[in-house]
């Protein structure tokens, strides 16, 4: 990361957390995940893409944000067997928890660049932040 953006982002956060009217753990787990997807980012990511796992799928003409669906709903699986008492040899529930919201964030990220490859170079602004069904934009 530049100077610039992370001068800008420290700024921010710290405007954000001085306001800050939420759950006061919530702020410590966005760090927690900050630091998993930064630590997790070294195994997986390359040089050219801190997302290059996860856009893998694209080679086969699968955008990476449909990817992340399926990686989420893996997670979600391993909660469900938490939920039925399983225990886990790996991960910890805490552990699939925090690469959930990961992978939303990622998942969130991957759409918006989907997104802007689709819109015409003449029509720059995005749509809401709002998934729009491509069916029925075509209906």
Known sequence: MDKK??????????KIVKGFKGHPE???VLLDMVEVHSNKSNDYATEDSPFSNIELCERVHFPAWKGVIIRLGDK????????????F???GIEDAFIDNSC???????????YLKEQIKEEDKELPNQRIIDEKSTTE
């Not at 953006?5 to 710290?14: I, K, Q, T, V």
């Not at 979600?76 to 225990?87: D, E, V, W």
């Not at 992978?103 to 660049?113: D, F, T, V």
């Open 5 to 14: 953006r992370e001068e800008e982002y420290l700024n921010r956060f710290e």
């Open 26 to 28: 919530f702020i410590e």
């Open 76 to 87: 979600y699986s391993r909660l469900m067997n938490a939920l039925s008492g399983k225990l």
């Open 89 to 91: 040899k790996y991960e």
């Open 103 to 113: 992978y939303s964030i990622m998942g969130l990220i991957e759409y918006r660049k």
